[in-house]
């Protein structure tokens, strides 16, 4: 008996560890049509294999699927602000687009969830685009504006707030990599991306510390496990710098770092490598590896000089619910490998509450707990739902 309490205290999680689920505003509200993305959308030319249309319609249904996330067992729920909705036109604020997100973080206080909110997740209003985005040193300013206009509406209602979603893939993906918007394909552009965003998450903290309210203040970061092979130290170091090091820097001081972590990737004297003919991968294309949460969890804190951690995301794409489950539960042991180390991680927040638009790839990729209809809305719930809400309510990982 002895051994079994034992074994049962070595997974659980601490008290008041966070446990919820994550959307983002553009990938299920719905409609939102005054951004960058709306636009690359519907490009000619553009690389998204579909528009997002109607989304899953959470700009109406937000208090069911809110309701839905407490009901589960969750104790957190991240969303974002779609600025482009509050701020259609610079310094033009919307009173309705403001009280609607001030409604979700009431409703969110209703059902005893914490709201995580979040005030850029990769859309870009159009009239910030046109005068050149993120590459543009004023657009720092235009943001910290209007994360002190949202601030003095819900401040009061925040609990935790990020600044910025993964600004590493806005500058990467947009400025490099040419996938995202604006679709441009210059290294130096990333750098410059990079620069902006950090002085916008740094102007951000500043206007959010402010008030009103007490939310605690961090970026989120994409993170892989990039992991050297063949002598490839050396590049996986320099590729590493530009996408991750110089957002964990910048993190030092704040109140936690988001880690947001899928996969690993490995690095060659060349470059990246494709995963290994034979290797297990998801619908996005990555690697099965839940390692890798554990992984990046270390090294952020080690980065930004023991930071806390919050789990921002982390999930899975996949049609196979028991793979869900088998890799969120690999990825929870590395979690509480980091916790027994001392390492301090507030939380984990599963992606996604809803199969919702996955950008590029549309909506093929499903990382959600709930299956959503997209002819009629209707919400299922996938077993790992109830799963995973068991884990929440108990803060303690069955044993495999």
């Known amino acids: 008996m002895r051994t079994s309490t034992h074994l049962s205290n070595k997974r659980r999680f601490p008290d008041g560890f966070i446990w919820g689920t994550a959307t983002a505003a553009h990938q299920v509200e719905g409609g939102n049509w005054n951004n960058d993305w709306w636009a690359w959308e519907h490009a000619l030319d553009s690389p998204c294999q579909e528009p997002s249309g109607d989304a899953c319609d959470h700009w109406h249904r937000y208090p069911a699927d809110i309701r839905l996330c407490a009901e589960l067992g969750f104790g957190a729920y991240r969303f974002s602000l779609e600025w482009s909705r509050i701020e259609p036109e610079d310094g033009e604020f919307s009173r309705a687009a403001l009280e609607h997100y001030r409604r979700m973080c009431a409703t969110c206080h ?15 209003p159009r009239w910030v685009a046109a005068r050149g985005g993120w590459v543009e040193p004023s657009t720092a300013d235009h943001f910290a504006r209007f994360c002190e206009r949202a601030t003095a509406s819900l401040g009061d209602l925040i609990g935790r707030a990020c600044t910025v979603c993964e600004p590493n893939i806005v500058a990467t993906m947009g400025y490099l990599c040419g996938i995202f918007p604006p679709g441009h394909r210059d290294p130096d552009l990333r750098r410059r991306a990079n620069d902006v965003l950090v002085v916008a998450h740094r102007k951000a903290a500043e206007a959010i510390h402010a008030g009103p309210g007490k939310a605690s203040v961090g970026l989120t970061l994409a993170m892989f496990d990039y992991q050297a092979v063949d002598g490839g130290h050396a590049e996986r170091d320099r590729y590493r710098r530009d996408i991750e090091d110089v957002f964990l820097e910048a993190a030092r001081g704040d109140d936690f770092v988001g880690v947001q972590c899928y996969s690993r990737i490995r690095v060659g004297p060349q470059g990246l490598l494709d995963p290994d003919g034979d290797a297990r ?8 590896w839940p390692d890798a949460l554990a992984a990046t ?8 000089g023991k930071v806390p951690v919050l789990v921002t995301e982390n999930g899975i794409a996949t049609e196979d619910d028991t793979e869900r489950i088998e890799y969120i539960e690999q990825a929870l042991s590395g979690v509480l490998g980091c916790l027994a180390d001392g390492i301090d991680v507030r939380g984990y927040l599963y992606w996604s509450l809803l199969d919702n638009f996955e950008w590029v790839l549309g909506y093929r990729p499903t990382f959600g707990l709930v299956a959503v209809d997209r002819m009629t809305q209707a919400r299922t719930l996938k077993p790992s739902a109830r799963w995973l809400g068991d884990i929440a309510r108990a803060n303690t990982l069955p044993m495999g």
């Open 297 to 304: 969890i270390r090294r952020a804190w080690d980065v930004t």
């Open 281 to 288: 991968l998801t619908q996005m294309g990555y690697e099965f």
């Open 110 to 124: 209703e059902h005893g969830l914490e709201p995580i909110v979040t005030f850029h997740h990769f859309t870009t």
